[in-house]
């Protein structure tokens, strides 16, 4: 008798047993805290702590990167991000490839240092493996724009002043020399650029016989003469 009756001993190993269950609860509690559940599938990025660090109250222990869309946000010009529209088909560059997207949203906020507004594009999940995150992207877009002008080589156009540009023509034969022409200047401004060649407009007028290269050898009123071929 000198451990109590029966009753006894069973409730004071029911009282045991419920200590042994608060402590298990106490663990669980732990264990939970120190668990970092994912908030959505992806990939460690990079890893802030090792293990066995003590970690602070918001300290960043890891970066996880989603790896289901790939996502790139370019920054366009306000006119050009009203013609386009959401779910509509881009091709994007990255490096020497071009990747297919499509537009998930348009932010309606305009960057106040770069004056343009934020294009969110949506990439095809297969990119995922040919793609590093933080690389620059490029978004090209054509315009068509009706302008007056003179097409032109790069070659023909020489560096003038106050932002503009100079090519040499040929004036009308000198009558004292026969088929004797002098080289005159003429002012342009370069209006869009096409590879090796350049759209301007300026004092030019139709039928001017345009020096398309070699002018850093010439200088203005020089006489020249057109060589037969």
């Given amino acids: 008798m000198q451990n109590g009756t029966r009753i006894e001993q069973v409730s004071a190993q029911r009282s045991i047993v419920r200590d042994l269950d608060a402590q298990i609860a106490d663990l669980d509690v732990t264990i939970a805290k120190s668990n970092l559940t994912a908030p959505f599938d992806g990939i460690v990025a990079r890893r802030d702590l090792d293990e066995g660090t003590v970690v602070n109250t918001w300290q960043s222990v890891i970066a996880l990167m989603e790896n289901v869309t790939p996502e ?91 932002g503009l540009w100079t090519v040499y023509v040929l004036s009308d034969a000198q009558a004292e020399e026969a088929e004797s022409y002098q080289v005159q200047q003429q002012a342009v401004e370069i209006i869009h650029h096409q590879g090796d060649r350049v759209l301007v407009r300026g004092t030019l007028q139709s039928g001017d016989r345009i020096i398309a290269n070699g002018i850093h050898r010439l200088i203005p009123g020089q006489k020249v003469k057109v060589a037969s071929r």
């Fill in 72 to 162: 790139a946000r370019i920054g366009v010009p306000t006119k050009l991000a009203q013609q386009l529209t959401v779910g509509s088909s881009q091709k994007l560059e990255l490096g020497s490839q071009t990747h297919n997207a499509k537009i998930a949203a348009i932010l309606p906020q305009v960057n106040l240092s770069t004056r343009t507004q934020t294009v969110v594009f949506n990439l095809e999940s297969a990119d995922m493996t040919q793609i590093t995150p933080g690389q620059t992207v490029r978004f090209k877009s054509t315009e068509d724009i009706s302008s007056e002008g003179y097409w032109l080589p790069t070659a023909a156009l020489t560096e003038g002043i106050r």
